[in-house]
């Protein structure tokens, strides 16, 4: 790329990039930034924005190698990576290798498409781990196979993204029916699809079920893509996708151990109104308490949006075996399962949570070691 070329105004560097981009930095941001400000081991900021004129006055800027040097009419020097002010332009938000753009499916996925991965791939290489990672993100959902019998062998899968999420539920948790069940997860009845917690104030990010038994009669796993559905609510009935975004409903877990509530809606938006989150979950949703003269229209949206879940245009449906793991994101991808039959066979899944900063990080670290 061709040299830059600098436009030194009192209160502003204009850089003019090779590609012909120009940006505007200004001084009080180029002052922020300056590399003398941060402690030389953690790079956190020592400097004190406060000891700072609102608007310093730059006088120069010369190219030096890889760097510009700014000179200050206070005395300041700063030799500023060029990198740096490439990789930060105003307005725009810098790369993020842990930021994967995700790829909406419907009746496109099939059971053979969902991305595949060897447990004993993804436990001896990273590079395994960093497609299996991407590929999760961008689907949102992914079959590892091949894990060895053992109650661990998932988790062990788990840790090699970060440390788990724990939950009033414990860090790993048991699908089995059982007798004196808190949770509907723990009988062999039918769970339509939902995400899990949406209860919490966060709730878990990926979710991972490791398939350690499924003999009894029953029990398919049922999946469906919660962005897409959102995605094409807004085009179809854009104000049902309104009130789902903007009215909060509750949710509610509570037994003897915990009471854990909040008020959210089922879809959550970004500043850019992208759709980051889906909380849908009818069997823990609270008693609806918004006022009554938007009720029966909140209850035709939450409706359409029930309805969308059971289309088979947007649903997944195949039976776990032993030794694999469904790996999904539980903030946007909806999970479900068919009733079963304990008297036929054993069903046996062993679960846990890694939340999405811990996913996103190892995605990071993963591409700054392949450079
Ligand atoms: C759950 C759940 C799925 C299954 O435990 O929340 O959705 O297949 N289980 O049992
Ligand atoms: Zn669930």
């Given at each position: 790329m061709a040299e830059p070329g600098f436009e030194v105004r009192p209160d502003t560097l204009v850089v003019t990039w090779g590609d012909a981009n120009t940006c505007s930095y200004p001084s009080i941001w180029l002052r922020d930034n300056c590399p003398s400000g941060l402690h030389p081991q953690t790079h956190e900021r020592l400097l004190d924005l406060l000891s700072l004129d609102a608007a310093p006055v730059l006088l120069s800027a010369q190219a030096d190698g890889d760097a510009v040097v700014l000179a200050y009419q206070d005395g300041h020097r700063s030799r500023l990576p060029l990198a740096l002010l490439s990789a930060h332009r105003p307005g725009t938000m810098a790369a993020d290798p842990g930021a994967v753009p995700c790829a909406l499916w419907r009746a496109d996925m099939t059971v053979a498409g969902i991305p595949r991965f060897a447990a004993a791939a993804v436990l001896a290489g990273d590079t395994a781990l960093a497609d299996w990672l991407r590929q999760t993100a961008r689907s949102g959902l992914s079959l590892i196979t091949g894990?060895?019998?053992?109650?661990?062998a998932g988790t062990q899968v788990a840790e090699r993204i970060g440390f788990l999420r724990k939950t009033n539920f414990g860090t790993t948790f048991e699908v089995i029916s059982v007798p004196?069940?808190?949770?509907?997860?723990?009988?062999?009845v039918a769970l339509p699809l939902h995400t899990d917690?949406?209860?919490?104030?966060v709730p878990p990010g990926f979710q991972f079920l490791h398939c350690i038994a499924n003999d009894a009669r029953g029990g398919g796993s049922l999946f469906a893509d919660g962005f897409a559905i959102a995605e094409d609510l807004r085009r179809a009935d854009p104000e049902a996708f309104r009130l789902l975004c903007e009215v909060p409903i509750p949710y509610r877990f509570h037994d003897d151990e915990a009471d854990i509530r909040v008020h959210e809606p089922v879809i959550t938006l970004d500043r850019s109104g992208a759709v980051i989150e889906i909380r849908y979950n009818a069997h823990i949703a609270g008693v609806f308490d918004m006022p009554a003269a938007i009720m029966p229209e909140y209850y035709r949206a939450y409706r359409a949006f029930m309805a969308m879940t059971r289309d088979p245009g947007y649903r997944l449906t195949f039976k776990l075996e032993a030794g694999e793991m469904v790996v999904f994101d539980n903030r946007r991808v909806l999970h479900g399962r068919e009733a079963f039959d304990p008297s036929t066979g054993f069903r046996h899944l062993h679960g846990c949570y890694v939340d999405r900063g811990e996913f996103t990080s190892r995605l990071r670290l993963l591409a700054r070691a392949a450079g």
């Amino acid at each position: 790329m061709a040299e830059p070329g600098f436009e030194v105004r009192p209160d502003t560097l204009v850089v003019t990039w090779g590609d012909a981009n120009t940006c505007s930095y200004p001084s009080i941001w180029l002052r922020d930034n300056c590399p003398s400000g941060l402690h030389p081991q953690t790079h956190e900021r020592l400097l004190d924005l406060l000891s700072l004129d609102a608007a310093p006055v730059l006088l120069s800027a010369q190219a030096d190698g890889d760097a510009v040097v700014l000179a200050y009419q206070d005395g300041h020097r700063s030799r500023l990576p060029l990198a740096l002010l490439s990789a930060h332009r105003p307005g725009t938000m810098a790369a993020d290798p842990g930021a994967v753009p995700c790829a909406l499916w419907r009746a496109d996925m099939t059971v053979a498409g969902i991305p595949r991965f060897a447990a004993a791939a993804v436990l001896a290489g990273d590079t395994a781990l960093a497609d299996w990672l991407r590929q999760t993100a961008r689907s949102g959902l992914s079959l590892i196979t091949g894990l060895d019998d053992r109650i661990e062998a998932g988790t062990q899968v788990a840790e090699r993204i970060g440390f788990l999420r724990k939950t009033n539920f414990g860090t790993t948790f048991e699908v089995i029916s059982v007798p004196d069940p808190n949770n509907l997860a723990y009988t062999p009845v039918a769970l339509p699809l939902h995400t899990d917690l949406p209860n919490q104030e966060v709730p878990p990010g990926f979710q991972f079920l490791h398939c350690i038994a499924n003999d009894a009669r029953g029990g398919g796993s049922l999946f469906a893509d919660g962005f897409a559905i959102a995605e094409d609510l807004r085009r179809a009935d854009p104000e049902a996708f309104r009130l789902l975004c903007e009215v909060p409903i509750p949710y509610r877990f509570h037994d003897d151990e915990a009471d854990i509530r909040v008020h959210e809606p089922v879809i959550t938006l970004d500043r850019s109104g992208a759709v980051i989150e889906i909380r849908y979950n009818a069997h823990i949703a609270g008693v609806f308490d918004m006022p009554a003269a938007i009720m029966p229209e909140y209850y035709r949206a939450y409706r359409a949006f029930m309805a969308m879940t059971r289309d088979p245009g947007y649903r997944l449906t195949f039976k776990l075996e032993a030794g694999e793991m469904v790996v999904f994101d539980n903030r946007r991808v909806l999970h479900g399962r068919e009733a079963f039959d304990p008297s036929t066979g054993f069903r046996h899944l062993h679960g846990c949570y890694v939340d999405r900063g811990e996913f996103t990080s190892r995605l990071r670290l993963l591409a700054r070691a392949a450079g």
